[in-house]
């Protein structure tokens, strides 16, 4: 039997990549890796370590120490840090702002890229983030890369915080966003850059439902054209 597709998605900060791929993922049946969340779970860490950012070699270090894991539950897959779900306290703007500079270390990305590798090598996943089809996966079946333009993609998140009960303010919601963008694009290491074989969905007069619907339809004919024809087994439709 063929092994099910690698499934590689990309894009910058609030493009909806977290919950695009969840559905993705759950439509197909197949695992969802949320990469971004695990750059989120090491920044924590050294936030709460209080390791200084500047020094790579210790962040590095921290990056090969830490266990990070995802768990199925009905409400949605859990972020486990060292045993702790942290799906909440790795979602806030202070969090937001050190994972670019965490994932910006050279020492960080290699240890999260072979997890996600080991993860995902068997195939039957969608994986999220900035660099997985470029470094993480560049041979991925599929690849998509998710756009938005930043003053909607800072609504979104404002919005998003807004309703967690966050004070937050919309114009700075945005101002954050564009210097992620800036920092993203700007790193040394694996920079956030569009695959050249990525199939590029601007969503900003899109709903969820509507990227969905694409996205679905580009993988079912990349399954046809791998010869797996047919639902995939435990796909919800």
Not at 60 to 82: K, P, T, W, Y
Not at 119 to 144: C, H, N, Q, S
Not at 181 to 188: G, V, W
């Amino acid at each position: 039997m063929k092994p099910e597709l690698i499934v590689a998605i990309d894009g910058p900060s609030g493009a909806g990549k977290s919950t695009l791929s969840k559905r993705l993922a759950a439509a197909l049946g197949y695992l969802n890796l949320d990469t971004g969340a695990m750059y989120r779970a090491v920044a924590l860490a050294a936030s709460r370590k209080k390791v200084d950012l500047s020094d790579e070699a210790a962040l590095g270090r921290l990056a090969g120490d830490v266990s990070i894991d995802f768990i199925r539950q009905d409400s949605g897959e859990r972020v486990m840090l060292d045993g702790e779900d942290v799906s909440q306290a790795i979602r806030t703007p202070e969090v937001s702002l050190l994972t670019s500079r965490v994932a910006a270390c050279a020492g960080v990305r290699r240890a999260m890229v072979e997890l996600q590798r080991q993860m995902g090598a068997k195939g039957g996943v969608v994986l999220e983030g900035r660099d997985i089809g470029t470094v993480v996966f560049p041979r991925a079946e599929v690849k998509f890369f998710l756009s938005a333009s930043a003053v909607e993609r800072g609504r979104r998140r404002y919005e998003e915080l807004k309703a967690r009960g966050l004070l937050v303010e919309l114009e700075q919601t945005i101002v954050e966003v564009e210097a992620r963008d800036a920092a993203d694009s700007a790193r040394e290491h694996a920079p956030l850059i569009q695959a050249e074989d990525a199939l590029v969905i601007d969503s900003t007069a899109m709903t969820i439902d509507q990227v969905l619907q694409e996205m679905l339809r580009v993988v079912e004919l990349r399954r046809r054209q791998a010869g797996l024809a047919g639902p995939v087994a435990g796909a919800d439709r």
